[in-house]
Nanobody, 115 residues
Framework: QVQLVESGGGLVQAGGSLRLSCATS????????VGWYRQPPGKQREFVAS???????DYADSVKGRFTISRDNAKNTVNLQMNSLKPEDTATYYC?????????WGQGTLVTVSS
């Protein structure tokens, strides 16, 4: 059974930085697009960023220029570096792999940005 394990959430002041990591198996890491989504309190889950196996990165407009998605081949992780955090970035962040179908979600990690 494929698992995704997120880490790195926490409490940070506005303007600060956090780095989230999503660990998965080597096979999923090598063949599946992996993305980050977030669900703010009381709102629907939304796309944040994704990374294809070939290295193409896509970002939501709200995080472009502040967040960077990358992979660590040695650790089989997909990371989300979040800089210049804003209170509106407060959410539970989820890692998602497209494969195997219908897709796999991690358990989520909470990010709280104080003003």
């Amino acid at each position: 059974q494929v698992q995704l394990v997120e880490s790195g959430g926490g409490l940070v002041q506005a303007g600060g930085s956090l780095r989230l990591s999503c660990a998965t198996s080597r096979i999923i890491f090598s063949i599946s697009p992996v993305g980050w989504y977030r669900q703010p309190p009381g709102k629907q889950r939304e796309f944040v960023a994704s990374l294809s196996p070939g290295g193409r990165a896509d970002y939501a407009d709200s995080v472009k220029g502040r967040f960077t998605i990358s992979r660590d081949n040695a650790k089989n992780t997909v990371n989300l570096q979040m800089n210049s955090l804003k209170p509106e970035d407060t959410a539970t962040y989820y890692c998602h792999a497209d494969l195997p179908r219908p897709g796999v979600w991690g358990q989520g990690t909470l990010v709280t940005v104080s003003s």
